[in-house]
């Protein structure tokens, strides 16, 4: 009776286990982000998270497994910052009854979301040497964080963007747009230690990422008002006259 009262309640067990699990993901991020997935080594993992190796096998089946749950936890963090705006927009697109400059007021919102997810978090900080490996040589965790996380942000830039101008989301020049506007903000984030040193700024604090912001949203609106990106229902037709040589 007393081994029994000794054993560990289920849900302790279970937030015991989760912790763990945890644990391996966060240190298992920094190490494969620093060595990539062959230079990595279980034992590192273990190490950094304080738990045993054998933990590694029992809740991620292997090696493998923990590197596309490092991948798999990056789509789920990410998609806690970004669903909520890309459903907004998913909504507000519906019917296309929506003016101008609610719909910008939504881009603006959306890129606003995004750059202080990819520059002024700190998780994402610990995100930059892991994506850029699986950028470089993409496997099957390119796939989960492509899948899970890139295309949805990608398609919700396009859509907003295609809705603005009044062009197809088929448009190939929208869909360059969508990734130059990305692009804007992920240069902080893919080149933040040369930015900091050409800006001089110690670190991508509140303040400058605020800066960061209105300056991307300035650009945006830049880009946006330019004739070959102007939606053409807002530019009004000369009505011809009589007579005309056209005609």
Not at 28 to 35: D, M, N, P, R, T
Not at 93 to 110: F, I, P, Y
Not at 173 to 196: D, K, P, T, Y
Request: one cysteine or more; proline letters at 3%; charged letters at 25%.
């Amino acid at each position: 009776m007393a081994a029994e009262s000794a054993r560990p309640e289920p849900a302790q067990s279970s937030a015991r286990g989760d912790d763990t699990r945890h644990r391996l993901v966060d240190a298992a991020l920094h190490i494969f982000g620093s060595y990539g997935f062959e230079g990595a080594s279980t034992r590192a993992v273990a190490d950094r998270a304080g738990a045993n190796l054998a933990s590694i096998p029992y809740y991620f089946g292997s090696k493998e497994g923990l590197y596309r749950a490092v991948a798999q936890s990056i789509v789920e963090d990410g998609s806690r910052e970004m669903l909520p705006i890309i459903q907004r927009i998913d909504e507000s697109l519906v019917g296309k009854h929506l003016d101008r400059e609610s719909a910008l007021t939504l881009l603006h919102e959306l890129l606003d979301t995004f750059s202080t997810m990819v520059i002024g978090s700190r998780r994402a900080l610990s995100w930059s040497r892991f994506i850029m490996r699986e950028q470089l040589q993409p496997g099957s965790a390119f796939e989960i964080l492509f899948e899970g996380l890139m295309r949805r942000i990608g398609q919700t830039f396009v859509k907003i963007l295609a809705y603005l101008t009044g062009n197809s989301t088929t448009d190939p020049r929208i869909a360059v747009l969508a990734q130059m506007v990305l692009g804007q903000a992920l240069i902080f984030h893919n080149c933040g230690e040369s930015v900091l040193r050409l800006l001089a700024w110690k670190e991508f604090s509140a303040d400058k990422v605020s800066l960061i912001q209105a300056v991307l949203r300035d650009n945006v609106d830049l880009i946006l008002a330019a004739p070959r990106f102007k939606r053409a229902s807002t530019v009004a037709r000369k009505p011809r006259r009589k007579g005309s040589r056209h005609e």
